[in-house]
């Protein structure tokens, strides 16, 4: 959303805190303030496992290809790897 036409302000939490500026890693490590999380949850018995079809396709998603894929659709930003990791642990 960032065009010619947008000028993007340096933001902080609270007055006289420090002030980060509107780039990638500054919204991907959550300090520039404005952003938003999107979730996603299966449908699962909590004492059985994973569909095998949904734990394939969580796994794609969190794997390197399916987060390359997420960075070239451009809609949304790839996952850090701590986030990528727990992830992975959850479906184990």
């Known amino acids: 959303w960032v065009t010619p036409a947008v000028k993007t302000l340096a933001?902080?939490?609270?007055?006289?805190?420090?002030?980060?500026?509107?780039?990638i890693d500054n919204v991907r490590e959550r300090?520039?303030?404005m952003y938003a999380d999107v979730f996603f949850w299966?449908?699962?018995d909590p004492k059985?496992?994973?569909?095998?079809?949904?734990?394939?396709?969580l796994r794609f998603i969190l794997s390197r290809d399916g987060q390359e894929l997420v960075?070239?659709?451009?809609?949304?930003?790839?996952l850090t790897a701590a986030?990528?990791?727990?992830?992975?642990?959850?479906?184990?």
Not at 16 to 22: C, N
Not at 48 to 57: H, I, L
Request: hydrophobic residues 30%; proline residues 11%.
């Open 31 to 33: 300090t520039y303030p």
């Open 48 to 57: 059985g496992p994973v569909d095998p079809k949904v734990r394939e396709f």
């Open 71 to 78: 960075q070239k659709d451009g809609k949304y930003l790839p």
């Open 11 to 23: 933001l902080s939490v609270k007055t006289g805190g420090p002030a980060y500026a509107f780039t």
């Open 83 to 92: 986030v990528v990791s727990e992830g992975r642990k959850k479906l184990d």
């Open 42 to 44: 299966i449908n699962r």
